[in-house]
């Protein structure tokens, strides 16, 4: 009951001092209309081209929502020293920094929708697998997030990390399968791809929508879940050894 109180108290507090800010809520209406919109127009193919585009527009929305708000929360805190007092609370740094990134989890989630939402107005979408789908979101958001954890933990300053972050994000733009598939990327670029979270959620995504997925369903659940235990447990050990002493 304290670990639920807690993860609670520290997930409104987030909300309020960071997510539910008009500047948040109206980028992250705004990015994804925007990038459903260029990429709509960019394509020039009328109506047809909206389910093949929506799995990219709606991975690019998760990925810089979730590692942009974390490089926020987590940086901005531990230059504060507001993390310090976080860590007297008598709970286990497991769950702290969970309940520090179920925000931005949500925020992500949220943000994966919109671009779904727009679709819904101007086309058809009855031939989604909406399980698919929406496992396909939480676990994009999850990896992002944790993703975005690795970044903030290993800098100081928020632009150190929206910098960095962007070290990984833009690569992940083109490599990952999400608005063209890996097999016409050249050979020597295909195993980077494979090793980067996205790939497997973009592949879940298109096989969602489409049924065009080049990996078999499960694999991609399996690698996701991989990633984000990897890169929650990597980033716990850099927090233990850097920031607390």
Known sequence: MKALIALHSILVKDMQAYYLKPPNISWGLIFPLAWTGMFFVRSGQGLDSVPALLPGVMAVSVLFGTTSMLAVT??????????????????????????????????????????????????????????????????????????????AVAVKEVFEAQTFSNFFRFPMLFLCGLFFPIAQLPFWLRPVSFALPLTYGADLLHNAVRGAGELPILLNLVALVAFCTLLFTVSLRSIRRKWIV
């Open 74 to 151: 987590v940086t901005f805190e531990k230059k504060g020293r507001s993390f310090e007092r976080l860590l007297l609370a008598p709970i286990s740094l497991e769950l702290l920094m969970f309940a520090k990134t179920l925000g931005a989890i949500v925020f992500g989630v949220a943000n994966a929708f919109v671009p779904v939402a727009i679709a819904a107005v101007i086309t058809d979408l009855t031939g989604i697998a909406w399980g698919v789908l929406f496992a396909a979101v939480v676990l994009i958001a999850v990896s992002s997030t944790f993703l975005g954890l690795f970044i």
